[in-house]
């Protein structure tokens, strides 16, 4: 019933693909090539940290960049939406729909999301598209994450206060082949910035 709501509705939508400024103009306007990146990762992990410093380094270049905070975006746009699976998905299209939004235009792009399923992550890549889709798996062991605790959310999961919390009662699983791995136990905040950076300069000039 809902697929056939949905089909109706879409009959009477007419997207513009034809634009006067195409993906390519603008890029040439900025002089960059627009990319997407995605931080998964558990709550805590430092997936804001890393993209807030790479944007940093990437603007003290010239590059037009934009992070996109999974809290952020659940105060805004995604504020009617809960923590069921169902919801969680919707989440993370809206998230991906976003930035091809700010991909078509040219921008560099850092989304954060914890994304805890392959299928999410899948499919936040089938809608930016591969070739401009970097997947950063920022892997921190649920110990460290729960220790750092710096919003009290995991103390209110044990606590039963919140439920469906990734790493407490929803699992995590693990990027298998990211395109970034970077393990923050191993290595300091510069060396996990530079990772990142390494990766990103030759594909966005």
Known sequence: MEKQETDRRMKHIHPVFDQIMGREEKERLLNQRGLVLWFTGLSGSGKTTIARHVERELAAEGLLTQVLDGDNIRT????????????????IRRIAEVSRLF??????????????TRRMRAMARE?????DFLEVFV??????????DVKGLYRKARAGEIRNFTGIDAAFEAPPNPDIHIRTEERPLGECVRMVLDAVRSRVR
């Not at 062991?141 to 729960?146: I, Q, S």
């Open 76 to 91: 805004g746009i995604n504020s009617n939406l809960g923590f069921s699976e169902e919801d969680r998905q919707e989440n």
């Open 103 to 116: 991909l078509q235009c040219g921008v560099v792009t850092l989304a954060c999301a914890i994304s805890p």
């Open 127 to 131: 809608i930016i598209s591969a070739e």
């Open 139 to 148: 892997d921190t062991p649920l110990g460290v994450c729960e220790a750092r």
